[in-house]
């Protein structure tokens, strides 16, 4: 796993339509991985912020589907934040990156799309922890 780069951006199809714009995300196709889960967050209060957590395994795709917000991801020595304001576009968050999410919009929707089901021990939510396991993983 590299730096954290521009590559982490990742264009999705844009099929423009008098009635209505269409954009689609396929596993493996247009992410890097199988899609295994996909939840959504809104809601989310003016001013808060979605407190960080890496996982150790499964790897993620986020995207705004309504409004706007910033994703700060971290690989233990370089820190990044993304805004993400846009449906024609996400972030590809790798395994063991850590993530947080703030600066939401007012109706602001976004779509987490998983490698993996839901599993509690997947979660890295102590950053110093975080930071111990990248360097082991170096």
């Known amino acids: 796993m590299g730096k954290l780069s521009e590559d982490r951006i990742i264009d999705l199809p844009k099929i423009c339509d008098p009635r209505g714009n269409l954009s689609v ?3 493996i196709k247009n992410v890097p991985f199988k899609i295994a889960r996909a939840y959504w967050i809104y809601d989310v209060p003016a001013g808060k912020e979605r407190h960080g957590h890496a996982f150790r395994s499964q790897d993620e795709f986020i995207v705004a589907l309504s409004g706007s917000f910033d994703v700060v991801l971290d690989d ?11 449906s024609y576009y996400g972030v ?3 395994h063991l990156t ?6 939401f919009s ?3 929707v ?3 799309l998983s490698s993996g089901i839901y ?9 110093e922890q975080f930071k111990s396991l990248r360097k082991e993983w170096r």
């Open 25 to 27: 995300i396929e596993g």
């Open 76 to 86: 233990g020595t370089q820190v990044r934040r993304i805004h993400l304001a846009r």
């Open 92 to 94: 590809y968050v790798p």
């Open 119 to 127: 599993d509690r021990g997947e979660y890295i939510e102590d950053f």
């Open 110 to 112: 976004a779509l987490v």
């Open 106 to 108: 007012t109706n602001s």
């Open 98 to 103: 850590w993530r947080s999410m703030d600066n």
